[in-house]
């Protein structure tokens, strides 16, 4: 293995596979970073603006929501940026083995693996209830699962941001790598 360049920061990049980290994967990596916070500021915009609305009126206001999301849904423009952002993540953390960055994108990856399951539950058992054919409950039914969302979302949007974070924190290990050796 030969390294251009003196000093601790060459041999630094030469053991750790440095100066042979591709530019894809530092791309990729930023790709899966904007894809998150794409995510996570969709649910915050809606934990802040939407869902009190929820929990105070929540018959009639999930009444106008479902009227308004026969026309357009959250799944458009969520969905496949999730999907993508969170395979990203994946298949970075899968073929991560000798990268400066491969600790960053374990705690991703398992971060991302929880994230996912505690949407799954918030899709499963409250999205489809609040928005499917279930939709038409008593009061005290919709205010109950309005509030499930409000706290499942808040435990989401935390572990959607900490997996940003890793990956951020990758993205500048590769970043750093991927600059000459200081003379």
Known sequence: MTTTGTGAAAGIAAISGGAD???????????????????FFGNLYEAVVISPNWVV??????TRL??????TSP???FVPVLVVAVALTWWLW???????????????????????????????????????????????????????WNVLNVVRMVLVAATAVQLFEAFRRLDRAAEPAQT
Request: no cysteine; net charge positive; glycine share 6%.
């Open 57 to 62: 009126e929540s018959p009639a206001q999930l």
């Open 66 to 71: 479902n009227d308004f999301f026969a026309r």
């Open 94 to 148: 899968a073929t991560a083995r000798g990268s400066v960055a491969a600790t960053a994108y374990r705690r991703a990856g398992w971060l991302a693996v929880v994230a996912m399951a505690v949407n799954t539950v918030v899709v499963v058992t409250v999205v489809s209830v609040l928005f499917g054919d279930e939709a038409t409950r008593a009061d005290a039914d919709l205010t109950a699962y309005a509030w499930r």
């Open 21 to 39: 980290e591709r530019p894809w994967r530092r791309w990729s990596t930023l790709g899966a970073v904007l894809g998150l916070l794409h995510w």
């Open 75 to 77: 799944t458009l423009y």
